[in-house]
T-cell receptor
Framework: AQSVTQPDIHITVSEGASLELRCNYS??????LFWYVQSPGQGLQLLLK??????LVQGIKGFEAEFKRSQSSFNLRKPSVHWSDAAEYFC????????????FGAGTILRVKS | EPEVTQTPSHQVTQMGQEVILRCVPI?????FYWYRQILGQKVEFLVS????????KSEIFDDQFSVERPDGSNFTLKIRSTKLEDSAMYFC???????????FGPGTRLTVT
C-alpha cells in the first residue's frame, strides 16, 4: 500500500537558522509529490510540487525541496527560517496509477524560537 | 488569486442528523475532492468527483456519505446520519486535471454531539 512517512512530529529551530523537514514515501509507481503548510485554524496551502524533470524544486516563501528517487525522499528545506514559518507541514504523494487521491504524511509541527 | 471556498467554517450537529458541507471549487477546475482530518490524525482522502460522477472513493466513504454538484459552481458533501466519529475537519479540494496539484479550501470543522 502507498504510504508517506514524516519521521519528525515536532521540530524547533531558531529564527534565522536553516530547516530541513523529512519525507519518505513508499509507492509502487512513479509519484508526484507535494508539500503543504497549515497554519492554526487555516486550510492547506500548497508550498511546492514535483512532477518530473529537475529534482530540485522551488516553492513559495523561500522553500525548496529535493526529490531523491534512490532514497524515496522529498525533503523540504529553507535556508533561513522566519517566525511566521511556524505551522504544520504536510508531505503528500499521488500517482496516476492510484487514481487522483493524495496520500498524506502525519505532518511535522515547526516551532520557531526567537 | 482564485481560491476554493467552503461553508460553513464550523458546523455543530447532533448525532443522527443530516449535514451538508458546501464548497465552491476554483472556476476552471474539473476535478473535485473531499478529504477529512480527524483531530490529531492524518489528512485522509474520502472521494473524488469528475464529470458529475464519483471517480474514486475510499473505504471511509460508505453509504452514509454522498456528493453532488447541484449547479455549475457548488460541490457538496452530505452525511446522512452523523455519528460521533464523523467529527473532523473536512477539506474540499479541486484541480484542473487529475494529475495536477490540488488546491484546498479552508475546511469545515464538523462537531457531532
Amino acid at each position: 500500500a502507498q504510504s508517506v512517512t514524516q519521521p519528525d512530529i515536532h521540530i524547533t529551530v531558531s529564527e534565522g537558522a536553516s530547516l530541513e523537514l523529512r519525507c519518505n514515501y513508499s509507492y509502487g509507481a512513479t509519484p508526484y509529490l507535494f508539500w503543504y503548510v497549515q497554519s492554526p485554524g487555516q486550510g492547506l496551502q500548497l508550498l511546492l510540487k514535483y512532477f518530473s524533470g529537475d529534482t530540485l524544486v522551488q516553492g513559495i516563501k523561500g522553500f525548496e525541496a529535493e526529490f531523491k528517487r534512490s532514497q524515496s525522499s522529498f525533503n523540504l528545506r529553507k535556508p533561513s527560517v522566519h517566525w511566521s514559518d511556524a505551522a504544520e507541514y504536510f508531505c503528500a504523494v499521488g500517482a496516476k496509477e492510484y487514481g487522483n487521491k493524495l496520500v498524506f504524511g502525519a505532518g511535522t509541527i515547526l516551532r520557531v524560537k526567537s | 488569486e482564485p481560491e476554493v471556498t467552503q461553508t460553513p467554517s464550523h458546523q455543530v450537529t447532533q448525532m443522527g442528523q443530516e449535514v451538508i458541507l458546501r464548497c465552491v471549487p476554483i472556476s476552471n477546475h474539473l476535478y473535485f475532492y473531499w478529504y477529512r482530518q480527524i483531530l490529531g490524525q492524518k489528512v485522509e482522502f474520502l472521494v473524488s468527483f469528475y464529470n458529475n460522477e464519483i471517480s474514486e472513493k475510499s473505504e471511509i466513504f460508505d453509504d452514509q456519505f454522498s456528493v453532488e454538484r447541484p449547479d455549475g459552481s457548488n460541490f457538496t458533501l452530505k452525511i446522512r446520519s452523523t455519528k460521533l466519529e464523523d467529527s473532523a475537519m473536512y477539506f474540499c479540494a479541486s484541480s484542473v486535471y487529475p494529475s495536477y496539484e490540488q488546491y484546498f479550501g479552508p475546511g469545515t470543522r464538523l462537531t457531532v454531539t
